[in-house]
Every structure is written in structure tokens, then in C-alpha cells.
């Protein structure tokens, strides 16, 4: 496994960067409450964060709150970051390093633009740039598991990001194929990309019997379903930030996996 990720705990629990900047049709973020949640989030245990230099709104960077917020950077803290469909590879990966003030990147994403894109000619560049000492881990995201094989034949891939959570459970078999090989899997958007209402009546049940809010619950069913899957929640709220790492106490019973697991 690359990138010296630690797995366990609130290891598993990380921090999604996008919305540190504010998101379109929502309320501006202020640069303080950015860089509170970011050193918030690091002194709560989370040692993922998820960034990438085109989480961006105005003016505002994820990158750079991050810098302003988390440097110098603690001992253990993954960052990782990500090159978007279409972008050059080596241009991005310098921006990257840039505007997070490092020499080496923890952890680089290839994301894929679609399903039937190939991937290993523009992977082949990301393991150069590895090779060359700029990037620890190399990983793939949004991508299906004849990419991921493809990416594997290129090079070592540590971590693969997909969409995965209580509600869209359809990733499942990607899930399983990366604990099995040990590989990192980083679930994004596991709270429906603020998109999905939590009002599922399954999950409100077990929030109800744990007395924990549906949020938690969606997360520890997270962390139980698989051993090598982080969570990176998205929030610019420390209220939530709070809840949200307090999920890694929450334990569900068999009888609460079993019934989530029927939601998606
Ligand atoms: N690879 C990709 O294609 C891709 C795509 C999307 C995202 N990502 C990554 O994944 C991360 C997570 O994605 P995301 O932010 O879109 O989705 P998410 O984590 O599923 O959901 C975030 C939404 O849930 C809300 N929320 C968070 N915690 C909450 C809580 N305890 N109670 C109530 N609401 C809560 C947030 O609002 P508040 O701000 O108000 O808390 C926000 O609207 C991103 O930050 C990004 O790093 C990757």
C-alpha cells in the first residue's frame, strides 16, 4: 500500500476539501471558518484530506487554504490530490505542488472523464512523474474495474476513488476487489453529495436505536463494510465536522448491516 496511509480509527475518516472554498448556490465560505475546519479536522484524528487544484470558488482555493490552515504539515497526513479528465498530467501535479507548498505529493488521482476512457497512456505519465520522486502514491478515480485493471498493469495503484455509500451501494464489487488486494479504497460523495435526503426509514431506524443522527449512521456503516475504506465526508461546517468524526465510535450490529445494507 502506498502513500503511508494509516487505515484505522479516525485514520479512516477524512475530510473532503471542496467545499473549504464554497460551492455554487450556496453561501460563501469565509476564509477563517476554511482554515478552522481544516485544523479542526487534523486535531480530531483525520489523517486523509482530499483536495485538488480545481476546487476552487472566486478567488477562494482549497489548495491554499489547506497550506495556510495545516503548514507545516503533521507527521502521518495523507494529502491527496488529483488530475481531472482532459488536464495535462505534469502541468497539474506541479500546480499541485505549488500551491500546497511540498515537494513530494502524498497520493495523485488519474480521474476518469468517462467508462470506456483509456487511462494507462496518461497513467504511464503519473508513474514517470512517481519515479522521478514527485508523487508517492499513484491512484485512479471514477473509474470502473476494467480501468482499475488496466491501470494496475501499468504500475502499483494505492488508492482508487469512486462514488460509494449507504445510499448507492453499486460500487459494491469494486469495494471487495480493492480489500482483497490491499488496495486503498476512497469512497467520495458517501453523503450523496449533499444531493440525497437522508430520509430513509431503515437508516432512520438505526440512527434512532444508537441515538445517533443519519449522517453518522451512513458513515460507521461505511467504515464496517469494508477494511480498507476512508471516507473523506465534504463539510465547511465544524458542527458537522464534530458529528461526523464522532462516527467512529458509533458500532453497528449485524442487524444494523444487514438493514442498511438492503437500502441501495
Ligand atoms: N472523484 C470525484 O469525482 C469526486 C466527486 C465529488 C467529490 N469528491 C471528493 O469527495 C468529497 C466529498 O464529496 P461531497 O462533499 O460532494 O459529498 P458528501 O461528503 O457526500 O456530502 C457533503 C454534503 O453533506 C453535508 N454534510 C456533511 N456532513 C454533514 C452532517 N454531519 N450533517 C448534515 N449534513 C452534512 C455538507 O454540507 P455542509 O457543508 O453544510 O456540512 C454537504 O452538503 C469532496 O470534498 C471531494 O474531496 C470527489
Known amino acids: 500500500m502506498g502513500g503511508g496511509f494509516r ?3 479516525a485514520g479512516r475518516l477524512g475530510l473532503g476539501a ?13 476564509h477563517t471558518t476554511a482554515v478552522a475546519v481544516a485544523r479542526r479536522a487534523v486535531q480530531l484524528g483525520v489523517t486523509h484530506i482530499d483536495t485538488a487544484a480545481f476546487y476552487t470558488r472566486g478567488t477562494s482555493r482549497a489548495n491554499e487554504i489547506l497550506r495556510r490552515a495545516l503548514r507545516p504539515y503533521p507527521d502521518g497526513l495523507t494529502l491527496a490530490t488529483k488530475i481531472g479528465p482532459g488536464q495535462d498530467v505534469r502541468a497539474v501535479v506541479r ?7 511540498l515537494d513530494v505529493l502524498d497520493l495523485v488521482y488519474l480521474q476518469s472523464g468517462r467508462p470506456d476512457e483509456p487511462l494507462a497512456g496518461r497513467f504511464a505519465q503519473l508513474a514517470e512523474l512517481g519515479e522521478q520522486g ?16 488496466e491501470a494496475r498493469a501499468v504500475a502499483p495503484v494505492a488508492a482508487v476513488q469512486n462514488r460509494f455509500g449507504v445510499l448507492d451501494q453499486s460500487d459494491g464489487a469494486l469495494v471487495d476487489e480493492c480489500a482483497e488486494a490491499d488496495v486503498t479504497y476512497v469512497a467520495h460523495s458517501a453523503l450523496g453529495g449533499g444531493r440525497v435526503r437522508f430520509t430513509d426509514g431503515g437508516l432512520r431506524k438505526v440512527a434512532l436505536r444508537h441515538g445517533a443522527t443519519v449522517y453518522q449512521v451512513a458513515l460507521a456503516w461505511g467504515l ?41
Open 7 to 9: 487505515r484505522g480509527g
Open 18 to 30: 471542496m467545499r473549504l472554498p464554497g460551492m455554487p448556490g450556496r453561501l460563501p465560505v469565509d
Open 95 to 101: 500546480q499541485n505542488l505549488d500551491e500546497l507548498g
Open 134 to 149: 514527485l508523487v508517492r502514491g499513484l491512484g485512479v478515480a471514477d473509474v470502473t474495474r476494467a480501468q482499475f485493471a
Open 224 to 264: 464496517m463494510r469494508s477494511p480498507t475504506l476512508v471516507q473523506i465526508p465534504g463539510t465547511a461546517s465544524l458542527t458537522h465536522l464534530e458529528q461526523n468524526m464522532a462516527a467512529v465510535r458509533l458500532k453497528l450490529d449485524e442487524t444494523d448491516m444487514t438493514l442498511l445494507e438492503r437500502l441501495a
